[in-house]
């Protein structure tokens, strides 16, 4: 064992090394204005940048400075973070990102998580940091009024939609004690257009047995709520016992809304733990022209938002609201005896009650900072403009001579060229999506659906405005011109 002398000497040779961790107020100064004239630099010269860039990465670079046991040189770091880090791929804080539903970025929310990231605080239990958990609580509660619950409702927010559907999964078991031995018998309903998270879910949350029943669709990608309704006499019948819905608010290939009052009506009246994935589409309901497409959202269990979608936050930013959050505690409310200080607050719940998540980042500042810079009326202007530069794409594609999937519900659209001459038009299209790509002014994607191949233009970044509307317009009619 050490004695007290060697402890002594040995820390009076590590002390100096360790101490040198805290920067001098000069330091910081200097670490700062790097950072941020990096930041000013990107984007005051985001609107210039191409959005997609196929240079594969500094990767031997990157292995080849390793992780130093000395520090780097700033200057050598700083040049691969802005050349070969940020350089390489999609350009997800670009206007001409229009590929996936995207949305992130917005100045004020990566000053927000500057100041949660140098304070520190914890956001997990209300005893040590009660005014982040008052953040978080009172951001919730304002979700859970744009959706329409009532007052008792709250939930967690979470690092996206993946990690928020999984705890309402989990929830929806345990609130309808769905036991190991009753698995291969409780059904859950969705469509071939539900999120793949949410089949990723139902396999962590121990449901990998139960049966999944896809409920057959409308020609808009929409869920058809009598099919689902005669499902579920069908499985009860068949001495199954159904237990979950689950329903979209924004599907990612074609941005559908399915049926919401009407699926409400048949969980009601056949017991079934409803869920609503929004987290694409629910903040449209910030727009009051878009409130009345999702009527009936306010009617069930649970919903998931993404902040970092609609709100246009960093990504890393998911929400789960639940009607009765007494039932978020019932699956989550664990406490051990080293958190014995820390009272039990239902007035301000703590989020570490009410998700798997013990230590975590307080994601509320994110959010909340932007909010009080911006005010909610530039958001609710913000979405109403995708949604309408969306529609204006709809129209003037078709003018082109482009064949389009339905009629957008949000701000995501379906289109694709058949050539006249009978060549081959996934083939084409492939090659088209090529060629957008390669002008460099924005990014779409593809999907296939029933076997056809599509290209997207989802309207969501922040950024975005008429101009890359015209951009994508114009490259397609002159790649189309000669046919």
């Not at 929310?109 to 958990?133: E, F, K, Q, W």
Request: net charge negative.
């Amino acid at each position: 064992m050490n004695s007290e002398e060697s402890i002594l000497a040995r820390l009076a040779e590590v002390e100096g090394a360790s101490r040198a961790l805290e920067e001098s107020p000069a330091q910081r100064r200097a670490l700062t204005e790097r950072v941020t004239g990096f930041a000013d630099q990107m984007l005051d010269g985001l609107a210039e940048r191409a959005v997609w860039s196929d240079e594969p990465g500094a990767r031997d670079e990157l292995l080849t400075l390793g992780i130093p046991e000395q520090p780097a040189d700033l200057d050598q770091v700083m040049d691969l973070v802005a050349r070969e880090i940020d350089g390489p791929g999609l350009q997800p804080a670009s206007g001409g990102h229009l590929g996936y539903i995207a949305g992130g970025g917005i100045y004020a929310s990566a000053l927000g998580d500057y100041i949660a990231a140098v304070t520190n605080r914890y956001s997990g239990v209300h005893y040590a940091g009660p005014g982040a958990v008052h953040v978080e609580n009172l951001l919730l509660r304002w979700l859970c009024g744009v959706v329409g619950y009532p007052a008792e409702a709250l939930g967690t927010l979470t690092s996206g939609g993946s990690m928020a559907n999984l705890i309402a999964i989990v929830t929806a078991r345990d609130a309808r004690a769905v036991r190991a031995v009753e698995v291969e018998r409780s059904v859950i309903y969705l469509t071939a257009q539900t999120h793949h998270c949410v089949l990723k879910a139902i396999t962590i949350a121990g449901l990998a047995e139960a049966p999944v029943h896809f409920v057959p669709m409308d020609a808009n990608y929409r869920m058809d709520a009598r099919a689902l309704a005669q499902q579920v006499e069908a499985d009860r019948a068949a001495g199954l016992r159904p237990f979950l819905l689950v329903a979209s608010a924004g599907t990612t290939d074609a941005g559908a809304l399915d049926p919401l009052d009407e699926l409400a009506q048949v969980a009601e009246r056949e017991d079934l733990w409803y869920h609503v994935d929004a987290a694409y589409g629910g903040v449209f309901m910030l727009v009051e022209s878009m409130r009345a497409c999702m009527r009936g959202i306010e009617r069930a269990d649970s919903i998931v938002l993404d902040p970092h979608k609609g709100l246009f936050v960093a990504y890393g930013s998911g929400a789960l609201l639940v009607r009765d959050p007494a039932l978020l505690r019932a699956s989550y409310g664990l406490r051990a005896a080293y958190l014995q200080d820390a009272p039990d607050t239902l007035d301000e719940p703590s989020p570490a009650d009410l998700s798997p998540e013990l230590t975590r980042h307080f994601r509320g500042l994110r959010l909340w900072l932007p909010l009080q810079v911006h005010g909610v009326a530039r958001y609710r202007a913000a979405l109403e403009e995708k949604v309408l530069l969306c529609n204006l794409f709809y129209r003037r594609v078709q003018e082109l001579g482009f064949e389009v999937g339905p009629k957008p519900d949000l701000s995501v659209a379906l289109f694709r060229w058949v050539p006249p001459d009978g060549t081959d038009a996934d083939e084409f299209n492939r090659r088209l999506l090529g060629a957008i790509l390669d002008d460099g002014r924005v990014f779409l994607s593809s999907t296939t659906i029933d076997g056809v191949f599509w290209i997207r233009v989802a309207v969501l970044c922040f950024r975005s405005h008429r101009d890359r509307i015209d951009a994508v317009l114009e490259v397609l009619e002159r790649e189309t011109r000669s046919h």
